[in-house]
């Protein structure tokens, strides 16, 4: 038996049969190299653990996961640092499935807002949703995607996730933000089939809000954004209101759907 990969008890019931959870308390690779051996689809992972449904129970077992109770595994996760918890007070926003999110890749994404930050081991990434003293809202248009989009992009080595919105924000526009104007407000949970992608392993997009004291302050694009500008509530339904992140920028902002 393997003390990496762990599995419950199957007792949670849903979609007519029981499941039971599998985890490893060591890495996600390991997890999903052992789902993948089972024969675990990748869309049963959801966000540190697969569901298992009974059928499946007694593969797991002869492959080698060790069967824990409940309690034992949540222990096991929470001490490895690679729980993805829905924490009291976060509210789910909205869930997608095989939704594009560019360059041909699609995922299943869980928007939730939250006021906490995202674990810094479990983001790939960061994005901003920034207001002057206007109630005007700052976008970007993203060369490599083609698409409107708030600022934001991937977390570099080392780098917090507020560093990272900060950086981000100034490279794509030009605006300096100190760390301390960055208010979490959700996340994005990304899933992906691609272990080579990097949502893979760091699935998270954490979204921050910024209200500026200021009206339209001076914006020049970077980076790989060929255009920023300040618009109107209107204006921001119109460029952006198909993008996978809407619901979760319209509930932060009180835009309605």
């Known amino acids: 038996m393997s003390d990496m990969i762990l599995i419950d ?34 869309g049963a992972f959801d966000g540190d653990h697969y569901d298992v449904p009974e059928r499946r129970y007694a593969a ?58 995202t674990p810094d081991a479990l983001t790939g990434a960061a994005a901003t949703i920034v207001r002057d003293r206007n109630q005007s809202i700052l976008v970007v248009h993203s060369v490599r995607r083609g698409s409107w ?55 998270l997009v954490q979204v921050f809000r910024a209200e500026l004291d200021i009206a339209r302050p001076t914006v020049v694009p970077g980076d790989d954004v060929d255009e920023a500008h300040w618009v109107s509530h209107d204006e921001f339904r119109d460029r952006c209101r198909e993008r996978f992140w809407w619901p979760l920028a319209a509930f932060v902002l009180d835009l309605g759907p």
């Open 149 to 203: 989009d708030c600022p934001g992009g991937r977390r570099e080595p080392g780098e917090t996730v507020t560093d990272c919105a900060a950086r981000e924000l100034a490279e794509e526009t030009g605006l300096q933000v100190p760390t301390d104007g960055f208010i979490p407000c959700g996340y994005e949970r990304i899933t992906v089939a691609d272990p080579e992608h990097w949502a893979a392993n760091r699935p």
């Open 9 to 42: 008890i199957p007792i949670w019931a849903a979609h007519g049969t029981v499941f039971a959870h599998l985890v490893s308390d060591t890495s996600f690779e390991e997890l999903h190299e052992f789902a993948a051996r089972v024969g675990m689809p990748r």
């Open 60 to 117: 797991c077992l002869a492959a080698g996961a060790t069967r824990v109770t409940g309690v034992e595994l949540v222990r096991r996760v929470n001490a490895s640092g690679l729980r993805l918890r829905k924490r009291k007070g976060e509210k789910g926003i909205h869930r997608w499935l095989g939704t594009p999110i560019g360059e041909g890749v699609t995922a299943d994404i869980d928007l939730v807002a939250s006021s906490m930050l």
